[in-house]
């Protein structure tokens, strides 16, 4: 026969029985979840990746012709492969990206090195930033007129000096330190980015007036190895003045990369890319969700709730999050990102961005206009 307090141990642990067969029904369906993309996660994730950018614009079909188009395709393929090329290789994230950055920065179609716009005193001030996933070292420069390709000045003041931003002259003088040719100015004049210089001067226009896009380059990769870095070049926008610095440059607005979440390279209004500091603002929320699942499924943080991320789509849903807010502002532009599961997106509130992706799986594209993926996802364009 059971006692009293026989009785009351049998009720408390039917009541526990319950209540931990309750728990168990709540996680089975999350547990199942995770096991059937644990196998995605693992053996089907891109072993490496890469997304390159020209630009954000106004871009319709309309406006650009055939031939242009070709031109810019054949631009973004090339600057693709170089980067691709060197993952391929077994290289780092932080070599793709500078593989990939160079070739955009040596052509004038691209707002970058040779094709920087024109301040309003007619000269071409440059900005590069540069940062490392790994440890999420970076360098970068603003402001600089003599060096051909800034995003190699860039990295260099994240490997040779201790700071991680250099301006004008001072990055000028460190520059020719590290053994940097001086490129004379002539090198950065094209004739298309002084006529916009002078239209918008004659016609009292805005930048965006007169280059209905923005043009900067950028880069973002993941390696073989697992590790993420993001760059970026610009000459700015058209007859900035009075030292104007943009987003570009900027770590944490316009570049950023922590293997613990993603890398980011921007490109559009800088102003507003600047105030909603963009790419660090993906990035976190990123790690955040990531850091909520784990702690609601009440383990350390695995490869399953990586792959519960992948399967919601967070990444592409956190970057269209992130560019509504620009917008909300008042500004536009877009984001090239990949992550550490080798996911290669894009993410756009303009009708183009000049862009391009090529990842291990075999996916290798270029596109200008809104919608061209022929997955249907990666961009956002709404208007
Ligand atoms: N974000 C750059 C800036 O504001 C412009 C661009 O993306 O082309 O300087």
């Not at 004038?108 to 540069?130: C, H, K, P």
């Not at 420069?141 to 201790?162: F, H, Q």
């Not at 926008?237 to 316009?254: H, L, N, Q, S, Y």
Request: proline share 3%.
């Amino acid at each position: 026969m059971m006692g009293a307090s026989g009785l009351v141990m049998q009720a408390m642990k039917t009541q526990i029985i319950a209540a931990l067969a309750a728990t168990f029904a709540f996680l089975a369906p999350v547990a199942a979840i995770a096991d059937n993309h644990a196998d995605e996660h693992g053996e089907d994730a891109p072993r490496w990746s890469i997304a390159i950018h020209g630009g954000a614009g106004t871009l319709s079909p309309d406006n650009m012709t055939p031939e242009r188009r070709a031109e810019y395709e054949a631009a973004l393929q090339v600057a693709l492969d170089a980067g691709a090329q060197v993952l391929k290789n077994g290289g780092t994230a932080m070599e793709a990206v500078q593989a990939a950055i160079l070739p955009m920065e040596d052509s004038e179609l691209f707002n970058a090195g040779r094709g920087a716009v024109f301040t309003w005193e007619g000269e071409n001030e440059l900005d590069a930033s540069i940062m490392d996933g790994r440890d999420r070292s970076a360098g970068a420069v603003t402001g600089v007129t003599t060096v051909r390709n800034p995003i190699l000045l860039a990295d260099k003041v994240r490997t040779e000096s201790p700071h991680v931003f250099l301006m004008g002259e001072g990055a000028e003088q460190f520059a020719v330190k590290q053994g940097f040719d001086v490129t004379p100015p002539e090198y950065f004049y094209t004739q298309r980015r002084m006529e916009s210089l002078e239209r918008m001067k004659a016609e009292a226009l805005s930048s965006l007036d007169v280059d209905h896009k923005f043009g900067t380059v950028g880069a973002v990769a993941l390696d073989s190895q697992g590790n993420l870095a993001a760059g970026t070049s610009t000459g700015g926008m058209t007859g900035k003045r009075w030292g104007r610095i943009g987003d570009a440059p900027v770590i944490g607005a316009g570049t950023y990369a922590d293997n613990r979440s993603c890398a980011v390279s921007a490109t559009g209004w800088g102003e507003y890319f600047i105030r909603v500091g963009v790419a660090q603002e993906i990035c976190t929320r990123l790690r955040m969700t990531l850091y909520r699942e784990a702690y609601a499924s009440g383990g350390d943080l695995n490869d399953q709730h990586r792959a519960w991320m992948r399967e919601q789509g967070v990444v592409q849903k956190a970057a269209d999050a992130v560019m509504a807010e620009v917008k909300e502002l008042g500004g536009d532009g877009g984001v090239i990102l990949v992550t550490p599961d080798g996911d290669a997106l894009f993410s756009f509130n303009t009708t183009g961005m000049y862009r391009g992706r090529a990842t291990s799986d075999g996916v290798n594209e270029v596109a200008i206009f809104g919608g061209e993926e022929g997955s249907g996802t990666g961009n956002t364009p709404d208007h």
